[in-house]
């Protein structure tokens, strides 16, 4: 990565430049601690079986390696940063106050147990949690907290949407938006990438700003935030993202990003089928974007461009369509609606994530197999479309854009 190391790897300025580089997380024990109590509260509709799932995110990481980008796993990444001692006991300090570890001999029998891991064990523990039958506390006294949730088989939730690398986190030129997140299944999520984004080299962290810190209580996710030119970036105003993180991302996005000049917030409805934006709408190619049919006359659409009011002035507009052309500066915009023009098999199909398809290029998508009308109106249009299986994948509800965090596009 020589000259990316010393200028920083981050830099997108659109969302369908060929991928250069791009961070997953290979599914792992967190899912197996999935139970049917709890997967609601974890954001799944289903037990995945993992040994089928890592199969096929391995599928869709070679995909993406055969055409060229870099895969780096977020797991490996925080490995190494958490070589460094200093890094790892602020590292084990935060896991535990995330964890909500009060009680003080509690908290230090985890801190010690924790220490004493290697730091790949200790990336497995920040993610698939940790439970009370692995660590043996036996002689400790007991707080009135560990009798009363005695029944409670974990120390340390597991974070199994980690795989969906899209929310945590969203890199917008050449800075990172580290995301606030709407729900506690995934709070801890957006901690991780700060240690790699604060540590590791190839973030070069001085060269690269920080847009949005996960501490800020306004709820903003990655699914949401579309980089559609180096001019123009599309945030979803969602059941995931409140309008006052997009006032705060947007300023921050005006000062630093010289070339943006709108951000375009589009308001879709509040409901778990389109949790963020891109389940319902993605840029597929210059002029080009699919769509789950119907959503352009449910959404409301605001232009914010920079001004006086606080930094930002925000212009509603009537329509999704005219506001891309006039903001891309572009003569047509083409929606390819999923589904292929029937009205059941686009809402199967979109909740099987048709529509969260991942530009790997200018007119080539990944998308999966399984949604076949889709993907046959997606090549009507001229789209190459690379599927890949994701039966078990899916069962998260997340496509292969929610799967990726790209680092890198070649600029257009
Ligand atoms: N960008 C996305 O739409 N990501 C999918 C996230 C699915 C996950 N189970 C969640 O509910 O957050």
């Known amino acids: ?19 250069k580089a791009v961070f997953l997380h290979k599914p792992g024990k967190e899912l197996e601690r999935l139970t049917p109590d709890y997967l609601r509260q974890l954001l799944f509709d289903d037990i995945p079986w993992l040994k089928q799932m890592r199969i096929e995110h391995d599928e869709f990481a070679n995909v993406l390696r055969e055409r060229g980008a870099q895969v780096l796993y977020v797991e490996d990444l925080l490995a190494e940063v958490l070589q460094d001692k200093e890094v790892r006991k602020n590292f084990i300090y935060d896991l535990l106050k995330q964890s909500k570890i009060d009680s003080l001999e509690l908290h230090q029998a985890l801190y010690d147990y924790m220490y004493n891991r290697t730091p790949e064990e200790l990336v497995e523990i920040s993610i698939a949690g940790l439970q009370k039958k692995d660590v043996n506390l036996e002689d400790r006294e007991y ?4 009798y009363i949730d005695a029944d409670y088989p974990l120390y340390i939730n597991p974070i199994p949407n980690l795989y969906f690398m899209r929310d945590p986190a969203a890199v917008m030129g050449n800075g990172i938006s580290i995301n606030s997140m709407h729900t506690d299944a995934r709070r801890r999520e957006p901690m991780l990438i700060k240690y ?9 962290k001085d060269q690269s700003p920080l847009w949005y810190d996960y501490t800020i209580p306004h709820s903003l996710e990655g699914g949401d935030m579309l980089v559609l030119s180096k001019e123009v970036v599309a945030i979803g105003c969602s059941e995931r993202t409140s309008p006052q993180a997009i006032e705060i991302l947007a300023r921050n996005l005006f000062s630093g990003m010289k070339e943006l000049r709108e ?5 879709i409805p509040p409901i778990r089928a389109f949790m963020h934006l891109d389940t319902v709408f993605t840029m597929v190619d210059y002029d080009k974007f699919t769509i789950y049919p119907g959503i352009q006359d449910k959404v409301e659409v605001y232009r914010l461009t920079r001004g006086k009011n606080n930094g930002i002035t925000v212009t509603p507009e009537t329509d999704l369509v005219d506001t891309l052309k006039k903001s891309l500066r572009i003569p047509s915009v083409k929606l390819i609606e999923s589904g292929g023009g029937d009205a059941i098999t686009a809402a199967r199909e979109q909740w099987n994530d048709s529509t969260n398809t ?15 009308a889709s993907n046959e109106v997606l090549r009507k249009n001229g789209i190459e479309v690379v599927e890949i299986d994701g039966s078990e994948l899916v069962r998260g509800r997340g496509g292969p854009r929610c799967m990726s965090m790209p680092l890198c596009r070649e600029e257009l």
């Open 358 to 372: 991942l530009a790997i290029a200018p007119g080539v998508v990944v998308t999966y197999s399984r949604n076949e």
């Open 196 to 204: 790699i984004y604060e540590n590791h080299p190839l973030f070069n």
């Open 143 to 146: 707080s009135l907290t560990d």
């Open 1 to 19: 990565m020589g000259d990316e190391t010393q200028r920083g790897l981050l830099n997108i300025t659109s969302e369908i430049g060929k991928l």
């Open 263 to 267: 951000i375009i917030a589009v308001r």
